[in-house]
Structures are given as structure tokens and as C-alpha cells.
């Protein structure tokens, strides 16, 4: 992305990267689902990692929630993901907006053998909208440029109840 602010009468250029948050559906989640953690990642090996968890209820069985994930190479081939083989744990959570949220996490991939610890850049980017959420930049930290990288993480559904890991 490119561009130009202006900041008290000066024009400064600036440029750098952005996404776009594009949603094909925003449909209801189901009565035992309290939310979603969702991950955008661009690793630099060119990859990049889409992974999502529908969460159940507070207090249900985590290893029932809904997963999906894919891993898109440089050339955009795609790999599915097999769910039941990805884990995901949260390391660490903040007070966001009154809200505990997870700011840390591993995933856990052993189908293609990676392992990142995903943490959020600045953590105060809470949403107050109609549906409320938290949204941002995150980093990928992991042993090599396949499991290294940037990106950003989508948390809704969170009360003041401690987040479920899987």
C-alpha cells in the first residue's frame, strides 16, 4: 500500500504492506458456539496460513471445536489441513476492553511438521461495534522462514471468563 498523510499542513508519502479484510458471510453462530479465533499469516517462505477455530460454549470440551485451516504456497497450491491433527494453545492473555484475551498462542501443525508461536503486536485494537471483536497485526516466531512471518488474528466471543485452549 502507498500513499500520502497530511499532518499539520505537511504532506509526508508513505508506504508499507496492508491486507484486506474481505468476509463471504457473517451468518450466526450456532447456539453451543461462543466465538471465534481466526489467523491470516504470511510466512517468509512466501507461504501463507489460514486457520480458524469455532469455539463451543464456555466450559465444553475444547478438542470439539470446529477447525479449518490450509497452508497456500508460493505458487498458490494449496494443502488442507487435517483438523484433528491441529493444535492450538493459548500461552498468554491480556485485559483488553474488560475483556481476558488470548494475545499468545502456538500452533501446532504436525502434518507438515511447523510449530509458530503467534503473539499480538499491539494489543489494545478492541472493536466496539455491533458485533464486537478484536482484531490486528500479529507476529509468527518459529525455527526458519517457513515458520517465521506476520499476519493477523481475529478474536470475537470473549467475556471475562479465561479462554479455552485445544
Do not use: C
Not at 498458490?76 to 494475545?103: Q, W, Y
Not at 507476529?139 to 493477523?152: A, F, H, I, L, Q
Amino acid at each position: 500500500a502507498s500513499g500520502e498523510l497530511s499532518i499539520e499542513g505537511q504532506t509526508i508519502t508513505v508506504s508499507g504492506d496492508a491486507w484486506l479484510d474481505r468476509e463471504w458471510g457473517s451468518q450466526f453462530l450456532q447456539q453451543d458456539q461462543s466465538g471465534w479465533d481466526w489467523f491470516s499469516l504470511h510466512l517468509d517462505s512466501g507461504e501463507k496460513l489460514m486457520l480458524f477455530q469455532l469455539r463451543n460454549q464456555a466450559g465444553e470440551n475444547p478438542s470439539r471445536n470446529y477447525l479449518h485451516g490450509v497452508l497456500i504456497g508460493p505458487n498458490g497450491a494449496k494443502t488442507p489441513l487435517d483438523s484433528a491433527l491441529v493444535g492450538l494453545e493459548v500461552l498468554d492473555t491480556s485485559t483488553v476492553s474488560g475483556r481476558i484475551l488470548p494475545m499468545k498462542w502456538r500452533i501446532e501443525l504436525p502434518q507438515i511438521e511447523r510449530q509458530f508461536v503467534v503473539q499480538a503486536l499491539h494489543e489494545n485494537q478492541w472493536m466496539q461495534v455491533d458485533f464486537p471483536y478484536w482484531e490486528g497485526v500479529v507476529t509468527v516466531k518459529g525455527d526458519g522462514p517457513e515458520n517465521s512471518g506476520r499476519g493477523y488474528m481475529e478474536l470475537t466471543g470473549y467475556s471475562t471468563a479465561t479462554p479455552a485452549s485445544r
